[in-house]
């Protein structure tokens, strides 16, 4: 496979202004497929994949378990098969580590097989402190001891199970304690855990591959580890953060779009969080119509009160749709709060968003009140994470104008071929250097 340069730099050219029309289908959800990859080397046998999104973050966690012995194939654009028949835990390059979250999650299925592993410190969107404090406490109590000397060295001779309380509902650091307990001797009970629908998917993954678990979608997964597990195919779940910024894309362009297979049952609290902002969606199947001529005017509160957009852990609104909403908003008539209550470096795009005309002042790290609507202009942008660069295309797509995005590879990390997508709807976006055929 070729190795993505690590410092290749793509731009964005945007041509705002225009309507689009049609339908789109989400990519399979990068939070699901980077656990799911990392999970699939807890058995020797072979692993079909498929709706794997062809992203830069999957890309390269796909190096890092090759290099520690997996055999990976594309069988096609979206489809995956991974044999991991002899594993060896080293040789791992620091630097592409350094550049995905996901590196972390090699953690528990290496522990699992090999007894051990060391990694360096993970990286992912620089958004504010990541901890993985939660990883430690939740494989420590499942038998691993863990040494921290600028590389994290894990090894466990037997992993046990526990009834392990996490300190908080880390999603990354649930996909790794429950990689670890379906291969513990005896059960685990993880309380606290998170649940979001990537958690979800990787349990039933898991449990195709033979494990047993219960309490799926809550807080509390009890595993009976032990289980042998063998063979397996999976079709990644869609991306509910990818619909997220269809809706908020469509909305401030005007536009009717159809997005087929939005995996509905997980759009709850983004549906609600869109009707705030007086943008209201279809459901006919499985399928999300977000019609054109949207009311787009903010719900206040009972009494006129001023209304809050706040994320929480999953099944409330996520976090990594919190970007979108705000550069929707600037789009909606009314005032509104936003809270991001996670990432304290998460809402500092918003300048950008503000140098383009919208209307929004930062009260700290956390906390944004945007009121709209406001015109906007184009500009030169710079995408600092995944998702405040999807906002900054949405919002140099309704501007006026023709805008530049610098560092679109960070968009790339966890948006597949969107130019090329969007461009089929009726966007104007030229990529550069332009894609290989
Ligand atoms: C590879 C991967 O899967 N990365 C996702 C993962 O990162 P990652 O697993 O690194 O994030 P963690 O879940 O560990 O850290 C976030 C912490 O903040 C809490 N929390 C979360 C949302 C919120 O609105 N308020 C809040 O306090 C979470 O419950 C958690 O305790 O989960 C994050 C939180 O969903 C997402 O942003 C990342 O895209
Ligand atoms: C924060 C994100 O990803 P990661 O955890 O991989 O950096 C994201 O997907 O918005």
């Not at 692993?47 to 997996?70: F, K, M, T």
């Not at 807080?219 to 619909?243: S, Y």
């Not at 908003?329 to 950008?352: H, I, N, P, W």
Request: with cysteine; hydrophobic share 45%.
């Amino acid at each position: 496979m070729a190795r993505a340069l690590p410092h290749e730099r793509i731009q964005y050219v945007v041509e705002g202004g225009f309507k689009l029309s049609g339908e789109i289908e989400p990519s399979g959800n990068k939070n699901a497929a980077l656990p799911i990859i990392a999970a699939s080397l807890l058995t020797d046998q072979r692993v079909e994949l498929s709706n794997v999104p062809r992203i830069r973050d999957v890309e390269a966690l796909v190096e890092l378990i090759q290099s520690v012995g997996a055999k990976v194939r594309w069988l096609g654009r979206n489809e995956l098969e991974i044999e991991a028949r002899e594993l060896r835990p080293a040789n791992l390059d620091p630097d592409l580590c350094a550049r995905i979250r996901a590196s972390i999650l090699l953690a528990g299925p290496m522990l699992a097989r090999c007894g051990e592993i060391t990694l360096p410190p993970p990286g992912g969107d620089v958004i504010g402190r990541r901890r993985v404090d939660t990883h430690f406490l939740a494989l420590e109590q499942l038998g691993t001891e863990i040494s921290v000397n600028h590389v994290y060295s894990f090894r466990a001779e037997r992993l046990r199970g526990a009834d392990v309380f996490l300190d908080e509902p880390s999603v990354t650091a649930t996909e790794n304690a429950l990689c670890a307990a379906v291969s513990a001797e005896g059960t685990t009970i993880l309380r606290n855990c998170a649940s979001e629908p990537h958690v979800q998917d990787l349990a039933r993954f898991l449990i195709a591959m033979g494990a047993r678990i219960e309490g799926i979608g809550t807080n509390m997964m009890t595993i009976h580890g032990g289980q042998p597990l063998g063979a397996v195919t999976h079709r990644i779940g869609p991306d509910h953060n990818e619909v997220g910024s269809l809706i908020g894309l469509a909305a401030v362009t005007g536009s009717e779009i159809t997005i087929r297979k939005a995996g509905v049952e997980h759009l709850r609290s983004t549906l609600m969080t869109f009707e705030r902002l007086g943008i209201r969606c279809r459901i006919e199947r499985d399928d999300l119509i977000i019609p054109s001529g949207q009311e787009m005017k903010i719900q206040s509160d009972f009494g006129g009160h001023i209304p809050k957009i706040e994320d929480q852990p999953w099944p409330a609104f996520p976090a990594d749709t919190m970007s979108i909403a705000i550069v929707t908003a600037t789009q909606c008539d009314g005032v509104v709060l936003m809270f991001e209550k996670m990432f304290e470096s998460r809402m500092f795009f918003v300048d950008k968003l503000i140098a383009m005309g919208a209307r929004i002042v930062l009260c700290d790290p956390h906390r944004a009140i945007v009121a709209g609507p406001s015109k906007l202009r184009a500009a030169q942008l710079e995408s600092p994470d995944i998702r405040a660069g999807m906002a900054m295309l949405i919002a140099a797509m309704c501007a006026e104008g023709t805008s530049i995005i610098n560092n679109a590879q960070q968009i790339e990390r966890g948006y597949e071929r969107i130019e090329e997508r969007l461009n089929a709807l009726g966007a104007r976006i030229t990529r550069i250097p332009p894609r290989e055929a």
